[in-house]
Structures are given as structure tokens and as C-alpha cells.
């Protein structure tokens, strides 16, 4: 079993910054990769950014050039920086976890609100 606790969502405005945290605990040695979704009102859930455990990292178009993923082992904790946030970011991100066996795991998710 694997636990995802999320934090740092928030109200921005456009063009503003915002760091997300998802701390894991429990079977960490089993994960494969970490990623972030978010889902907007009315659409399907999106894959945002991935990171494996050997440190490859993969963005969607849409957030490539503006947001970063990284983790910190020590801490076990992934986290995704967002800058120059545009009103289409606005989403519920939520933290995902993937082991070597296919099992997903998924955190609560917290609003991310980029507005002026």
C-alpha cells in the first residue's frame, strides 16, 4: 500500500507561480514512476508531468517549457513547479503513483485556481 498526501494548491493569478507537494508513504521501494494529473470541470482526467525512478521526466505539451517535475528521495516527496500559470491551468492536480506491478495509487487531489 502506498499513501499520497497532497498540498500547496492555491488561488494565482495569471503569469504567477505555485510549487505542489505529494508526499508518499507506505511501499515506496515497489513505485515505478510519480506523476501529476489534473482534471478541469467537464473533461476527462490528464496525464501533466511524470517522473521515473531512475529520473526521466515527461510533460504534456500543453505544460512543457512552464512546469517542472522532481522528487526528493529522502523525503519521498515529488514535486511540480508551475510558473507563468494561464486561466487553462486551472484544475484539480492530483498526485498518482504507479508500481512495477501496474497498481496506481492516487492522492486526493487539491485545486489549483489561476485567475485575476
Known amino acids: 500500500q502506498v499513501q499520497l498526501v497532497e498540498s500547496g494548491g492555491g488561488l494565482v493569478q495569471p503569469g504567477g507561480s505555485l510549487r505542489l507537494s505529494c508526499a508518499a508513504s507506505?511501499?515506496?521501494?515497489?513505485?515505478?514512476?510519480m506523476d501529476w494529473y489534473r482534471q478541469a470541470p467537464g473533461k476527462e482526467r490528464e496525464l501533466v508531468a511524470s517522473?521515473?525512478?531512475?529520473?526521466?521526466?515527461h510533460y504534456a505539451d500543453s505544460v512543457n517549457g512552464r512546469f517542472t517535475i522532481s522528487r526528493d528521495n529522502g523525503k519521498n516527496t515529488v514535486y511540480l513547479q508551475m510558473n507563468s500559470l494561464k486561466p487553462e491551468d486551472t484544475a484539480v492536480y492530483y498526485c498518482?503513483?504507479?508500481?512495477?506491478?501496474?497498481?496506481?495509487?492516487w492522492g486526493q487531489g487539491t485545486q489549483v485556481t489561476v485567475s485575476s
Open positions: 507506505g511501499s515506496i521501494f515497489a513505485l515505478k514512476t
Open positions: 498518482n503513483a504507479k508500481t512495477w506491478t501496474a497498481i496506481n495509487y
Open positions: 517522473i521515473a525512478t531512475g529520473g526521466f521526466t
